[in-house]
Each structure stands twice: as C-alpha cells, then as structure tokens.
C-alpha cells in the first residue's frame, strides 16, 4: 500500500479564495481523521470519520471549514473563503477498524500559505 | 485542545546516550502512544501502551506508564543521529476514538 496521500504538498492562495484538500486513506481503513499543525497551536484535531461518516467535528474553526468523506476511499476538507491565520500544515491520517489500538497512520500533509 | 504535556520542550544529547522523554495528561485514558515527526514530514506511530500495561518495548525504544500519576515516558536507549526528530506522545479514551496529541519534545542528537 502507497499509505495515506494527500495533495497538493504545498498550496499558496490569496485570502478569500476557496482551498481544498484532498486524502486518499488507506484501503481497509475505516477511520479518516483531519489535523492541523501550527507552532503556535501544536497538532490539533479538526474532525474525523468513521465508515465514512463525520463523528466529531467541534475541532473545526469555523463555519467557514467543511469536510466529506463521500466514500472509503477519499475524503476533502475545504476552507471558503481562506484566511491569513489558517496557513498551516493539514495532515490526514486513517486507522484500522479496531479503532486506534494500532495507531494512526499519517499523510505526508498539506503546507497551506494563505498570503 | 492538547491534552497531554510532554517535558522536556527540547533535549539535544551526544550519539549513544539514552534518551528520556516525559508526557504527562490529565484524564483517565484508554491507551497512550507515541509517534516521531521528523522536519516536514507527517508523523509516524512508534509504539501503543494500554491503560492496564505498565511497560512495554519495541527495539531500542521502551516506554512506561503510570496511570495513578497519568504520566508516561518514552525512553530511547543508545541514540543515534537518525533519532532526531520531535516525538509527541497522545492519548487515546476508547478502543474507537479520536487521540489528542500532546505539545511535543525535540530531541537533537549531536555527532
């Protein structure tokens, strides 16, 4: 398995345009979790799936966050409009149905710059 | 918001020593782990202590768990330059759940 892939790696926008990240979960995992890195803020959970339906997502900013996991196979989650202060590395990672007994495994993350 | 806090926020050390890093959390938890980041990359699971395990090892890495303290430490034996990295640990509330990531040590490793 090519593990959790994300794109794009980088992504540069102006404020107030839309963004949209996208991950590819490992086959078999059912659960798709969606995090932030900041060094201010450290790692923070926005939101995650299990079979494909949101569980939690009270880690999300803001209205202006949204996130669909429209089947196992992919998720996006979508800033409109992008702010400066949502420049960050996003990281998806999924884990196994037995839930997180066996840890998560990480996407290499998306370096968000909104200027 | 982080529920664990890892101490120290920085350790640089000389190739060979052994390493120790602390995490310490605030309520009661269903499993504990740990995972290394290396610069830039996403980070990678190292190994998972259950609340009724006290310690466990994998390789050069041992890592204890002292739930009437809520406390756990992550102790790398005879390091290496490649163990550079930050090293979170984070803390998991049922079998199926989300963890939350503590604040992170970054361990340096000098030649």
């Known amino acids: 398995d090519a593990g959790v892939i994300q794109s794009p790696r980088h992504e540069v926008t102006e404020m107030g345009q839309e963004v949209t990240l996208r991950c590819k979960p490992i086959s078999g995992h059912n659960s798709l979790f969606w995090y932030r890195q900041t060094m201010m803020r450290g790692l923070e959970l926005l939101i995650y799936f299990n079979n494909n339906v949101p569980i939690d997502d009270s880690g999300m900013p803001e209205d202006r966050f949204s996130a669909k996991m429209p089947n196992a196979s992919f998720s996006t989650l979508k800033i409109q409009p992008s702010e400066p202060r949502d420049s960050a590395v996003y990281f998806c990672a999924s884990s196994e149905p037995t839930g997180n007994l066996y840890g998560y495994t990480f996407g290499s993350g998306t370096r968000l710059t909104v200027v | ?111």
Not at chain 2, 4 to 30: R, V
Not at chain 2, 45 to 71: A, Q
Not at chain 2, 87 to 103: D, H, L, M, R, V
Request: net charge positive; aromatic share 6%; hydrophobic share 30%.
């Open chain 2, 1 to 111: 918001s982080q529920q664990g806090e890892e101490d120290p926020q920085a350790l640089s050390i000389q190739e060979g020593e052994n390493a120790t890093m602390n995490c310490s959390y605030k309520t009661s938890i269903n499993n504990l782990q740990w995972y290394r980041q290396n610069s830039g990359r996403g980070l990678v699971h190292l190994i998972l202590i259950r609340s009724n395990e006290r310690e466990k090892h994998s390789g050069r890495l041992r890592v204890t768990l002292d739930t009437s303290k809520k406390s756990s430490s992550l102790l790398i034996t005879a390091s290496r330059a490649a163990d550079t990295a930050s090293y979170f640990c984070a803390t998991g509330y049922s079998s199926a759940s989300k963890i939350i990531f503590g604040s992170g040590t970054r361990l340096s490793i000098r030649p």
